[in-house]
């Protein structure tokens, strides 16, 4: 779910979504961590190792370890960053107790596997969340804050306080363990950048033709996809171009070759990924649309 605008629809379409995100991200602890003790990252993988060494809840534990990080928001942050950041972790807190009785199950024998398909499902809750916005406190509010008053990338800040946590978790449960939570830590970020980067991912096209013209109207028409040109000069032998731009999933990459190929086999074309793509064609409802994508400019 992508909010971008912030209606009340849209505002509860964000805290439905922070909210499924926070619960997800909870389940996978109490499922895939816990049994094998594993640690997340964060202020929840500093309750989980203080919950491995006392037997103390765990929702509780985050609760308590996030006290002086909200007061400290409160003071330094605007005051929406901390009722979502709020939201997010009440949620997150109560969902983690509500389902400990999930450890019980031991759905995953392998420490390996539960490593990977724990960070996997925990990627896709802080993905969610992050993807609109949201937080779930702990480590994200230390590095909101670093941020604001130091300019620091808050992935690094989160990075460099993961490693104590890790060097900690090394020294109390061993290197084997720390290495298996690593594991489940990489697995869990990439995922999360994946989530929140969308899996709209599609192809950007560059040509540069001596038949641009021909070229547009060869591939609008024959993959219905609107084209943009952008005008530039060649270096060497300064000449002005019309470079063909055009946005196609992938595909229509293979498609589009044989195409390029029959109108001018010197055309010069790069093809590169886009992460996001919104828009006539992509993302907006049929009925929305103004006749066919290909009468639309990218």
Avoid at 111 to 117: E, G, H, N, Q, V
Avoid at 153 to 177: D, E, H, P, R, T
Wanted: charged letters at 15%; a neutral charge.
């Amino acid at each position: 779910m992508e909010i971008f605008n912030y209606s009340w629809r849209d505002q509860a379409g964000r805290y439905v979504t922070i909210a499924l995100g926070s619960m997800i991200g909870a389940m996978a602890i109490n499922v895939f961590f816990v049994p094998h003790h594993l640690l997340s990252g964060g202020i929840a993988g500093m309750a989980l190792m203080v919950h491995y060494l006392t037997g103390w809840p765990i929702g509780v534990l985050n609760a308590v370890l996030n006290v002086p990080l909200f007061y400290a928001a409160y003071r330094l942050l605007n005051k929406s960053y901390c009722i979502t950041a709020l939201y997010g972790t009440v949620i997150f807190t109560v969902a983690i107790d509500a389902t400990r009785d999930l450890a019980l199950l031991n759905i995953v024998d392998d420490t390996m596997l539960a490593a990977i398909y724990g960070g996997i499902i925990a990627g896709i809750g802080s993905g969610m969340v992050f993807r609109v916005d949201g937080s779930s406190g702990g480590t994200d509010i230390i590095g909101a804050i670093v941020k604001k008053y130091y300019d620091f990338n808050i992935s690094y800040v989160g990075f460099a306080l993961n490693c104590i946590l890790m060097s900690v978790a090394a020294f109390l449960f061993g290197f084997k363990l720390a290495m298996f939570t690593l594991v489940a830590m990489y697995t869990g970020t990439s995922v999360s950048a994946r989530v929140i980067e969308g899996f709209n991912t599609k192809k950007t096209v560059l040509i540069v033709s001596d038949y641009p013209e021909e070229m547009a109207d060869a591939l609008m028409k024959s993959m219905g996809r609107g084209a943009t040109f952008y005008y530039g000069q060649g270096a060497f032998t300064r000449a002005d171009k019309k470079i063909l731009f055009i946005v196609v999933t992938l595909i229509q990459v293979a498609k589009m070759k044989p195409i390029v190929n029959a109108v001018d086999p010197n055309a010069f074309m790069i093809v590169q990924d886009a992460v996001e793509v919104r828009g006539h064609g992509f993302t907006l409802p049929k009925n929305n649309q103004m006749g066919k994508n290909y009468e639309q400019d990218t």
